[in-house]
Antibody, heavy 117, light 111 residues
């Protein structure tokens, strides 16, 4: 059974870069699509982007200029970097798996990232 | 403002059947499958329905999905107290080189 676990700082200063890592166990990161999704407090879900095929990426149009998702196959991990953050980027960030016609079939527990000075 | 439109709330009594709608456009629901997720308070979303009407293993058959044109629905029959949660629809949108879109979520209350 695939398991995903997010890790990274819970507090980021405005204008800095948010960095998170998702560690995958029970599945190879060289298959499927590996996604980041966020949820601002009290609000709905927003897809950020995904990495697949060991390095190809696709991002949400509204975040494309600030987002980088990468993969480390040696550690079975993938990462999110979001630059120039503001308070609007405060959210619970989830990593999730998609592919095989089953989008977001497994999720990490989520990690709250607060943007504040 | 979410790309897919869901009612913010829905309610029902135990044993009742409730439906939650999800409205989109030709670039998303009109041309791609709809998927549904259940989010219990304080937890990550759970994979509930995929490809419009398919249930992953372990999801009770009380949950069912359907799609017609640019709209989709999630139905829950035999409502139980543990069904109280937020429900989200999602679909691929073909515009702007393609991206995933979600509905704003529907909070289901079991009275």
């Amino acid at each position: 059974q695939v398991q995903l676990q997010e890790s990274g700082p819970g507090l980021v200063k405005p204008s800095e870069t948010l960095s998170l890592t998702c560690t995958v166990s029970g599945a190879s990161i060289t298959s499927h699509y590996w996604c980041w999704i966020r949820q601002p407090p009290g609000k709905g879900l927003e897809w950020i982007g995904y990495v697949y095929d060991s390095g190809s990426t696709r991002y949400h149009p509204s975040l494309r200029s600030r987002v980088t998702i990468s993969v480390d196959t040696s550690k079975n991990q993938f990462s999110l970097k979001l630059s120039s953050v503001t308070a609007a980027d405060t959210a619970v960030y989830y990593c999730a798996r998609a592919g095989g016609g089953r989008p977001f079939d497994s999720w990490g527990q989520g990690t709250l990232v607060t943007v504040s000075s | 403002q979410s790309v897919l439109t869901q009612p913010p709330s829905a309610s029902g009594t135990p044993g009742q059947r409730v439906t939650i709608s999800c409205s989109g456009s030709s670039s998303n629901i009109g041309s791609n499958s709809v998927n549904w997720y259940q989010q219990l308070p304080g937890t990550a979303p759970k994979f509930l329905i995929y490809s419009n009407n398919q249930r992953p293993s372990g999801v009770p058959d009380r949950f069912s999905g359907s799609k017609s044109g640019t709209s989709a629905s999630l139905a829950i029959s035999g409502l139980q107290s543990e069904d109280e949660a937020d429900y989200y629809c999602a679909a691929w949108d073909d515009s702007l080189n393609g991206f995933w879109v979600f509905g704003g979520g529907t909070k289901l209350t079991v009275l």
